[in-house]
């Protein structure tokens, strides 16, 4: 079993408080829609476009949704990376405007895009957040191991530069360095996508673990419907940046009728296709 006690949140967080509050979230950016260079003509579009919802203590909110319909934005702005154009985001209670600080504290975020320092190891990476977490470095180290361990990463690995691992094993050292801090609130923007059957697996199960052993909180983004029903205790569908349906996999499937999936439900209940690509990049 991993040690992922935490020493210092209890007393940071109020548990009478929902763990996730989002109010009226709004979240637009410009891009160029013609006009000539010097006079570009810009245009706004919301990526995240009046969303509200809650997510209580303890529970895995999955967000399920095409390319480009916002999940990623979303994220972002609840972890404090991105401003918001508008409304409320509270963790447990605190406000992300007001509280930035407080919950870096408690939060933290898993995406494909984590950056390292290439040339360095998993273990000089791992060292040197704990560094910025405050963590004492002996503990950080067997903490970083077990839990790459725990993923399926060999032992080897971790003193090997970053540069020479695949994406995957990346993947696994980006979860383990979210995990260093034992954030009460994880969020997880696609954390098994790109990852061989086996250590998906065994991520999937880490993240069950951190909700049923370790008191976490969870939001994740997936583009794989067995992954959302098996984790998922409820899930929204968005769509253009708007959530279309919320509720459990099964709430979700019984909206569309008998003897269909969650992937039937979300094609009626959006319009749209899983795999469709709507990003312009
Ligand atoms: N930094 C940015 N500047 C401008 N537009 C952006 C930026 N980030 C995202 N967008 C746009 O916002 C919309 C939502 O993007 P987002 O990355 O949130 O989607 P997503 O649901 O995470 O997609 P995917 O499944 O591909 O990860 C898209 O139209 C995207 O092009
Ligand atoms: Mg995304």
Redesign the pocket.
Known sequence: MLTLDRKDTPSMIDTTQTAIFVQNLRMS???RVGGSLLKPKIEH?P??DDISFQVNRGEIYGIL????????????AISTLLIPDSGVVKIFGLDIKKDEAKIRKMLNRVSVDAAFYKKLSPRENLLYSAGLYGLPQKEAEQKSLDILKRLGLREKAFYEPLEEMSRGMQQKVAIARAFLASPIVVLL??PTTGLDPKSRRDVQEFVLELRDVHDATIIL?T?DMPEAERLCDRIAF?HN?KFVAEGTAAELVAKVGPGKTLEDAFIELTGDDLNS?????
């Open positions: 950016f410009s891009k579009f990526a995240v949704g095409p390319n480009g319909s916002g999940k990623s934005t979303l994220i972002r923007d696609e983004t583009h968005i940046g690509d709507e990003e312009e990049q």
